[in-house]
């Protein structure tokens, strides 16, 4: 009975603390879910959202004007990293329907959310950002380059906005859909299993509890013949831990024999010696 008592205080502790794991495992797994999904919705979704890029419709640009503006613009490159880089401006026309537009060209979504309402002049085109600002002087060039005046390519329009005009869409539905998607349901099912975990180790260390406060007893070794009615029985024997009394060292009614007394090995009556 009392080894069945140990075995399952053990078995109680062993399944709290793999509950406890488990939890903290599941719980970890939500946050990292949950910051996901916040990170896509601010980098994917909330551009896409904003600026209506999937509604953004396929025609050919060309531009008719490129300029530096004269703005540095600052930027960030890196953990206590900043930068900047020159504000370059484009402008250009495309054709729908027989109708010319004029618009501002910007490379991605992205950047038509961050700059499209800003002022001419720091309506910038594209973003280069490194720690060498010569770098990202030569980048910006080299895109005005790529995209000069008289230069033919593919773009994209809004029919409700044709004066802010995208090189290339960065995000597509698939991508916004599925980031939001898998991140939503990671930081659902993991929070259910934190939850269930959770439970779990309640009831495992609450069993745990209740077994540690079982008094196992301890069987008392037989008695000493002779042994008294109280040394067998010492105070506290009744909550099951004492320690037992030695048995007693002598049985009534007999005497251990005694050894005889040291004799003097200088009695002069045993040896025979005469002392002055």
Known sequence: MDRDKIKERDAASKRCCMCLGWTIFAGCMA???????IVCGAVI???????????FLETTCTTNNSYLTGQ???CGCGEECSSNYPCLRMTVTYVVNNVTYDGVLFDTESRLNVAGDNAENRQCVTVRCSDDERDNRANVLNFNDTYAPGQSYKCLYHPDRPTKVLLTRLFTYDAMFHSMLWTSIGTFIFTVLMIYCWYQCHQACSIQRKACSIHVPISVPPQAPGASAAAA???GAQSGYFITQPPSYSAPGKNLPMHPPPQNLYSSEKSGYTYT
């Open 31 to 37: 946050a990292c879910c949950a910051v996901g999904l």
């Open 45 to 55: 979704a909330a551009p896409v959202i904003e600026t209506k890029s999937l509604e």
């Open 233 to 235: 029985a010492p105070p």
């Open 72 to 74: 540095n613009i600052v």
